[in-house]
């Protein structure tokens, strides 16, 4: 079956914009996860979404947020975009909301904020 | 809160030999997971292991074994038989509770010499 997607694969936007990433996780997958991966912080936890709604968040300002609708792709966004906000933005998907159930991961959107 | 810490930044390995990274985590959680997850230069994440908690006994994946020290919140991972394949960035991390949300260290770049 068909992996994690994500689109875009690459971005550049300028500061003060905003962006939208979406991630497609595997079919019959109701579980989404975004994580900021940067060389300074390393791989940080955004946000957790499972059946349409926001289950756990990480500490990360307001100008985040994210979606998921009901077949399960994931959205997130960032507002008033910051240079600091350049990353690789990665998705992982899972069966369920459990560590039990293995998560896959996305090829990942690179965020270039000049 | 829930940590993870890597203290080797980079390990080097000859090809066909045997390699140990390191891994040390703090929780007060009794159930969770831990996980080492390969990323290579193409930037995918690769769930290489996974370990329960309250199984006492250490999983294994063909080459890729864990040494899972409860007590000491000790989690590392041996690769044997070393390939040039397996260079890539190497991330221990922890996951607990009825969440599929990710802590991970800082990670240990893994190379191989011919």
């Known amino acids: 079956k068909a992996g994690v997607t994500q689109t875009p694969r690459y971005l550049i936007k300028t500061r003060g914009q905003q962006v939208t990433l979406s991630c497609s996780p595997i079919s019959g997958h109701r579980s989404v996860s975004w994580y900021q991966q940067t060389p300074g912080q390393g791989l940080q936890f955004l946000f957790e979404?499972?059946?349409?709604?926001?289950?756990n968040k990480g500490n990360f300002p307001g100008r985040f947020s994210g979606r998921q609708f009901s077949n399960s792709r994931s959205e997130m966004n960032v507002s008033t975009l910051e240079l600091g906000d350049s990353a690789l933005y990665l998705c992982a998907s899972s069966f369920q909301l459990a560590g039990s159930y293995e998560q896959y991961f996305g090829p990942g959107t690179r965020l270039t904020v000049t | 809160a829930q940590t993870v810490t890597q203290s080797q930044p980079e390990m080097s390995v000859q090809e066909a030999e045997t390699v140990t990274l390191s891994c040390t985590y703090d929780t007060s959680e009794s159930d969770y997971y831990l996980f080492w997850y390969k990323q290579p230069p193409s930037r995918q994440m690769i769930l290489v292991i996974r370990q329960e908690a309250y199984k006492q006994q250490n999983a294994t994946e063909n080459r890729f074994s864990v040494n899972f020290q409860k007590a000491a919140k000790s989690f590392s991972l041996k690769i044997s038989d070393s390939q040039l394949g397996d260079a890539a960035m190497y991330f221990c991390?922890?996951?607990?509770?009825?969440?599929?949300?990710?802590?991970f260290g800082t990670g240990t770049l893994l190379a191989v010499q011919p």
């Open positions: 991390a922890y996951s607990g509770g009825a969440t599929n949300k990710l802590i």
């Open positions: 979404y499972f059946s349409e709604t926001q289950r």
